[in-house]
């Protein structure tokens, strides 16, 4: 029994050290704050992208091709830290901009490259005829597109879109190398500042997946109401 | 009303459509009759512009509508079209499968569209599926909403690809009898169909077209009974 009591009693301390102690949790809730903030700048400004890139690859004239062609080539060819520092050192190095917007950014323009993939699988999943049943009853090429095609994109690409935004939110963890505070560099401060390991870094890790899990949750309801029309 | 003149469609080196002048006036019930892959599906979609002809005029209302500045979709509204596969959108219901076009091209309003979308329905007998969504239905039960979808735009045309061609056979009649009404009614229809019964009594023309060419134009009774073309011949001989 004394075993069991130690350890939890260790626990307790450990606990406190890290998170309680000069108000260590602030560290972690303004972490999370970051975190989300450019998670969901990140996640517009990619879906705004993927859809520009995903019209670029579709496109029958070439110059839009080439030019979608290169840049999911070059984001899908190079690592997102070397993107993110890149942008953050390099393009945005004169800007007077928030650190966390241009890290948003960043990740806005990787994510887009894997997002016009899946839009653009989306839409060529979309039958054909249903493209010229809109404009047999004279719809313009945009009306059938924003009504009749992508309305049912959206439904097959969906699932493919949340585990994006997931993948996505995770690899903010790497915005500590242009030094903003995120959950991960928060848990990282702790560890430094606490010389403890397991309590910050799994703190950190528990964090995340609750975040993650909520996001899921929320995802699967949407899912459920764009899903009405299927009858299976 | 329309006006083919020398018609030609090639995709990439196959002649697909080889020379076809035929009119079609207002009020005719044409019924175009011929082998798989003769181009009579080609034919029909060429009159709505889904395929462009290669060569040839086609004039609808005495206006060329394969000439570049057209707009195709002022053109396409004349034109109701039915599918083989049916083509109902899958995510809306059927009143909005039929209101969708009217509404968006601003033809009617809301209240507008939805009450001629009743009428319509009840037409095709399909009043209790206002708000079911096209999964719901069977075959022939889509393709009557999808007739229904055509009518709503009010054209003066109706074009139909083979609209039986995909139904099990018990379904076959209630979209025969659908289009039976329609004829009836003066609807001027251009139909690509392989029910013979049904063309011999509603067509008020048959056209025989096969390698790209009209064979043989006449009444079902100068087709059916007294073909002069040895390929229409065959092609009746393997069928009827």
């Known amino acids: 029994m004394t075993g069991i009591q130690a350890w939890f009693s260790d626990f307790c301390n450990s606990f406190e050290k890290c998170f309680i102690r000069e108000d260590r949790y602030m560290l972690l809730l303004n972490g999370i704050g970051i975190t989300i903030k450019i998670s969901i700048l990140a996640v517009f400004i990619g879906i705004l992208i993927g859809m520009l890139i995903a019209m670029c690859n579709l496109s029958k004239r070439k110059l839009p091709k080439i030019f979608g062609g290169i840049y999911t080539d070059v984001i899908r060819g190079t690592p997102s830290v070397t993107q993110l520092m890149i942008i953050y050192f390099v393009i945005f190095a004169t800007v007077n901009l928030d650190k966390w917007i241009i890290a948003a950014i960043a990740f806005g323009v990787n994510s887009g490259a894997y997002v016009s993939e899946i839009i653009r699988g989306g839409i060529l999943s979309v039958d054909h005829g249903q493209t010229e049943a809109g404009r047999s009853l004279g719809l313009n090429a945009f009306q059938t597109m924003t009504r009749i095609v992508i309305p049912q994109a959206v439904k097959n690409i969906f699932p493919a879109l949340c585990n994006e935004f997931i993948v996505l939110i995770k690899e903010t963890a790497i915005v500590g190398y242009v030094g903003l505070m995120d959950i991960q560099k928060a848990g990282d401060f702790i560890k430094s500042a606490t010389f403890e390991a397991f309590m910050p870094l799994v703190g950190t890790a528990v964090i995340y997946y609750v975040l993650i899990k909520i996001l899921t949750l929320i995802l699967r309801q949407i899912e459920k109401q764009l899903r009405k029309s299927d009858v299976r | ?240």
Request: proline share 4%.
């Open chain 2, 1 to 240: 009303m329309i006006q083919v003149k020398n018609l030609h469609k090639k995709f990439g080196d196959l002649t697909v459509l080889d020379g076809i002048d035929e009119h079609i006036s207002q009020g005719e019930v044409v019924v175009v009759i011929g082998p798989s892959g003769s181009g009579k599906s080609t034919f029909l979609r060429c009159l709505n512009l889904l395929e462009n002809a290669t060569d040839g005029e086609i004039y609808v209302d005495d206006q060329l509508i394969n000439a570049p500045k057209v707009n195709v979709n002022h053109v396409r509204q004349k034109m109701g079209m039915v599918f083989q596969q049916f083509n109902l959108f899958p995510h809306l219901t059927i009143m909005d499968n039929i209101t969708l076009a009217p509404v968006l091209l601003k033809k009617m309003t809301k209240e507008e569209a939805v009450r001629r979308g009743r009428e319509l329905l009840e037409r095709v007998n399909l009043s209790e599926k206002a708000n079911a969504y096209p999964a719901q239905l069977s075959g022939g039960q889509k393709q009557r909403v999808a007739i229904a979808r055509a009518l709503a735009m009010n054209p003066e045309i109706m074009l139909f690809d083979e609209p039986t061609s995909a139904l099990d056979p018990e379904m076959v009649g209630e979209v025969l009898d659908v289009m039976k009404d329609l004829a009836k009614s003066g609807m001027t229809m251009v139909i690509v169909t392989h029910e013979m019964g049904f063309a011999r009594e509603v067509a008020s023309r048959v056209l025989f077209i096969d390698q790209g060419k009209v064979m043989e134009s006449g009444t079902p009774e100068e087709v059916f009974t007294n073909p002069k073309n040895e390929r229409t011949k065959l092609f009746l001989s393997k069928v009827l």
